[in-house]
């Protein structure tokens, strides 16, 4: 117990470094750049109508106060990094004057919603599936799935949702393309409700699905293909063990951790095709509010979105890392 | 008492496409001999001679591209008989480590690293005993308990043993169930010699309590001297001799036998060992006749021609060589006044 | 070299396929140097088209011949896509080497820095360099920080393979032998490290012109250079669908998952052959 504790502890550091790291480098990226926010905003709004050169002075004025950018740059990042443990990132430009914060933990649940359920089923079907498929290399069915994979697979998310839109959306409109749940529903704990965000949340489940479980289907398949030669596979075939218990007590349980490691590196991209199919459904998660943050030009939003992004990312390698000791023994004993 | 095993004309081929090339490799090229009740048989052979190939044949564990092509492998247990050569998957696994089992090559890796022992025995050994939860649970320490392991080992990991727990553990799985025919692969290769005096002499204890058969196989002369009742050496695919073991090492009828035998080193003996030339045929492009005549210093034309068959040359001493009598023990060799009697 | 080419063209289905696929486009994109068209200029081909003898994919909204145009834009976004996987490899292998043949503490930080890539997902970070850049970012600065965010996987595989190879019986020889190391890396170690990176560089591509096409269509990347992802922009723009000029959407759409396509497959074929293992599964009749 000490052991995973001692685990944990290192591991919990090295979360914090990254992020760390990751807000600090978000927030030089976005003060750091040539062109000023405020100057960008001064001239998209003098470009709508003509105001005298004082009101632009003035607006100059409260948009360098509002953005901090009175003081030299260290000492803004100073008090980027005091605000942020706190919480405030600034209020929004979009829906001012809603802090930027706020926007984001609203839109973060749908994301965390539509993340979970694609790791769930495209990890964990993919995985078995691909399994089997590497363990019965015979079965036609599991054939022709891994060549329907193969094509599938290199297909970057936003063009699958986008088929999947021009299918459901002008084809064969049986299902709601977009929204997280239907306009005439109020946002409440009824069954109603439930039910209008499942439904909607169906498409671009599924879209993130087809991509992923192609994916880990051949991943799987490969490595287990290398695992049905190990020694411990053949010694237990070799003495009569049930299939189904070689199947997955020897083969797949032991073709599970490598795969937990690569889920654990690609959940960067996973995430990032999330948010991509969001804002092709139009879904109220954090992929929506950040193109709309960039069309707006609202540098709060997409600071904020950025960091929590990097924070929800970490903290998912993080957990998964802590589960890590648990699927495999040998790792325990370090 | 019938023989255990009966081999009769065993052919097995590794038939393989690749690349638009097709390759036929004889592994097993019509083997035949048996093995008597109670009888440690032991197999000597170089690397890809064929020989794990041919227990594996024996075990009923092969898969393609490994074929059985031609002849039989017929076990003659105390309740069933059965032919592995040409039965089904189902007569097959119902011999599995009840009467059929097998100790493999390197206990490194035969043991599943995510699985206790108590769990990989249970996956083992429960459907072969037909026992379960504590009757189960009070054979496995039983067993244990004659392995010198402590009961602990059943609810560790794989890792968390030693190498030589690790072995003993291996050939605890294997003899669990009291089979009546063991194999083992090659179980010292890669152990130190003091880890391999004590497996060997586990083997030997476990064998003789058990009253089972084993053939034992392994390339390292000196474990046959201490463990075999009869030796066979396999080459190119073929049995090229077979001989109780004393008889083996002091009149060998083979040329191959010969140099196998005079390689074994003894201390504060210089003499030079004349070593063979060439190396092992390609099984898949083997030579025309004796396949041992390119490297064979008694070989004459028709070595080169004829294939030399399986004859008895002495009693209970076959050998496949048209000059057996002509093979002398090489300098080198253990003296018949030194050769101990076997130790069982 | 040529002889291992050929052999996988005539034996393994899926690297044939892949080299078609590829070839194809690669030929399909050489084209746009012999047009007869200039691709920044609009409404000189009568606009909405469907494809025909004079318009082979038919023209666009804006007034431009698609088949031309998509030469242009294939080509800019293979060369985009090359561009990123030469400087990422370039990167990933320096430091899977450094850190797989030097060991110790440069291991540690190289390996502490891998996982700080790896954990920080990229689209934000490249919507927020677009936030602040907004048309002056060109194709090679995107190039440029994709390459920065393709290393870290590729950097792994080849440290371990790094390790392996030291550790390896030859390289004792060698070093024993009195070979320099340079010369080690050179000729022992580089047959089998090359394989790998044509590999990784494959899958590279597909990662970061999947990436380059979804910026693009968001309107994030500088939408007047032709390229897959803009022209699909535009088409959204312009509503092609709504409007029924299909073929501005789905031919782009089938030419780029060809392209996908082919690239995976000769990732996976360079992948199975690379494995000794699987070589073997493929033997079995």
Redesign the interface.
């Known amino acids: 117990m000490r052991g995973y504790l001692r685990f944990a502890l290192k591991r919990l550091l090295q979360l914090l470094a990254v992020v760390f790291a990751g807000i600090s480098a978000a927030f030089f990226i976005s003060h750091l750049s040539p062109i000023s926010p405020v100057e960008s905003i001064i001239g998209r709004v003098s470009g709508q109508s003509s105001y005298s050169p004082q009101a632009i002075q003035s607006l100059r004025d409260t948009l360098t106060e509002l953005f901090g950018l009175s003081v030299p740059l260290h000492e803004q990042y100073f008090n980027f990094l005091g605000r942020f443990v706190r919480g405030d990132l600034g209020p929004s430009l979009i829906a001012f004057p809603t802090p930027a914060m706020q926007l984001v933990m609203l839109a973060l649940p749908w994301t965390v919603g539509l993340m979970v359920v694609q790791i769930v089923i495209a990890w964990l079907v993919g995985n078995i599936l691909g399994g089997l498929a590497g363990y019965y290399q015979n079965s036609r069915f599991l054939k022709a799935f891994g060549i329907v994979a193969i094509g599938i697979q290199p297909i970057p998310y936003y063009i699958v949702a986008f088929l999947m839109v021009i299918v459901f959306g002008f084809l064969w409109p049986v299902l709601p393309i977009s929204g997280g749940f239907a306009m005439n529903v109020r946002p409440s704990f009824t069954p109603e409700f439930i039910l209008s965000v499942l439904g909607h949340s169906i498409l671009p489940a599924s879209s993130l699905v087809i991509v992923g479980l192609g994916t880990w289907f051949l991943g799987m398949r490969a490595l287990v293909s290398n695992i049905v030669t190990e020694d411990y596979v053949t010694y237990a075939e070799l003495a009569g063990v049930r299939q189904q218990r070689i199947v997955f007590g020897y083969v797949i349980r032991n073709a599970m951790v490598p795969q937990l490691t690569a889920l654990a590196m690609t959940l960067g991209a996973i995430f990032s095709g999330t948010i991509i199919t969001e804002q092709v459904f139009a879904y109220p998660g954090l992929g929506s509010l950040l193109v709309r943050a960039v069309n707006g030009g609202d540098s709060a939003v997409v600071l904020a979105v950025s960091c929590i992004a990097i924070i929800a990312v970490a903290t998912a390698i993080f957990l998964i890392d802590m589960i890590h000791p648990l699927l495999d023994p040998r790792v325990r004993a370090e | 008492m019938a023989d255990i095993l009966t081999v009769e004309h065993l052919k097995a081929y590794y ?6 090339i097709t390759r036929e490799v004889r592994a097993v090229d019509d083997i035949t001999m048996s093995v008597r009740r109670n009888e440690v048989y032991g197999i000597a052979g170089e690397s890809s001679s064929g020989k794990t190939s041919f227990i594996r044949v024996l ?1 009923a ?1 092969i898969r ?2 490994l074929r059985v092509v031609a002849g039989s492998a017929r076990y003659e247990f105390d309740d069933r008989s059965i032919d592995v050569a040409n039965a089904g998957p189902e007569a ?2 119902a011999i ?2 009840s009467h059929l ?2 100790i ?1 090559q ?1 206990s ?8 206790r022992i108590e ?1 990989t025995f249970e ?2 050994a429960a ?2 005993l037909g026992l379960s939860g504590r009757a189960l649970r009070q054979r496995f320490v039983e067993h244990l308990g004659r392995l010198k392991l402590p009961p602990e080992v059943l609810r560790a ?1 794989p ?2 043993l030693s190498g030589g727990m690790r072995q003993r553990v291996t050939i605890g ?1 294997a003899t669990i169930a009291n089979p009546q025919f063991i194999i083992a692969d090659e179980p010292t290769t890669a152990l130190d010699v003091v880890v391999q005096k004590d497996v060997l002499s586990l083997i030997r204890n476990l064998q003789k309590e058990m009253g089972a058969s084993v053939i034992f196989v392994t390339h390292d002369m000196a474990v046959h001297a201490n463990m075999a009742d009869r030796v066979g050496i396999i080459y190119a695919g073929r049995l090229v001799e077979e001989a109780p073991t004393r008889q083996l090492f002091t009149a060998p009828k083979h040329p191959y036998t010969a140099h196998l035998v005079a390689s074994l080193p003894r201390i504060g003996d210089t003499t030079q060992r004349p070593a063979l030339e060439g190396r092992p045929p390609n099984l898949a492009d083997p030579p025309q006749g004796c396949r041992f005549h390119p490297r064979c210093p008694l070989a004459i034309e028709k070595c080169r021609q004829e294939v030399p068959p399986l004859a008895t040359v002495a009693p209970d001493q076959r050998s496949a060589c048209w000059r057996w009598d002509d093979v002398v023990p090489l300098p080198g060799s253990i003296p018949a006044a030194r050769v101990p009697e076997p130790v069982r | 070299m040529f002889s291992i080419f050929r052999d996988l063209v005539r034996y393994n289905i899926e690297f044939a396929i892949g080299v078609v696929l590829v070839g194809s486009i690669t030929l399909f994109s050489l084209l746009s140097f012999f047009s007869p068209v200039d691709p920044t200029m609009i409404y000189v081909a009568i606009p909405d088209r469907p494809p025909s003898f004079e318009h082979l994919f038919g023209t666009n909204s804006r007034g431009q011949d698609l088949f031309w145009q998509l030469t242009f834009a294939f080509r800019n976004t293979l060369y985009f896509g090359l561009t990123v996987a030469v400087l990422s490899r370039i990167i990933s292998i320096t430091v899977g080497l450094a850190a797989g043949y030097l060991g110790g503490w440069v291991d540690r930080v190289l390996m502490f820095f891998n996982d700080i890539f790896v954990a920080i997902p990229i689209f934000p970070i490249l919507i927020l360099f677009y936030f602040v850049m907004r048309s002056n970012l060109d194709m090679f600065t995107l190039a440029l920080i994709m390459a920065c965010f393709g290393w870290p996987f590729d950097a792994r595989l080849i440290r371990s393979v790094a390790l392996g190879l030291r550790n390896r019986e030859f390289t004792r020889q060698a070093v024993f032998a009195g070979m320099s190391p340079l010369k080690i890396m050179r000729e022992e170690h580089l047959p089998y490290v090359m394989p790998i990176i044509f590999s990784t560089a494959m899958a590279n591509m597909i990662w970061s012109i999947g990436l380059e096409v979804t910026l693009a269509v968001l309107g994030f990347t500088n939408i007047n250079i032709p390229t897959v992802g803009t022209a699909l922009y535009w088409a959204n723009s312009h509503s092609a669908l709504v409007v029924g000029v299909w073929w501005w959407i789905l031919i782009p759409v089938i030419l780029i998952v060809l392209t996908f396509l082919g690239l995976f497959l000769l990732a996976i074929s360079l992948n199975e052959y690379i494995d000794p293992r699987s070589r073997l599964r493929r033997m079995g009749v």
């Open positions: 038939l393989m496409n690749y690349f638009g075990a564990a393609p591209p097959a696994e599995r480590w089992s097998y493999m390197g490194m890796s035969v043991l599943n690293p995510v699985r769990r996956d083992f459907r072969p990991f890792h968390e799985l």
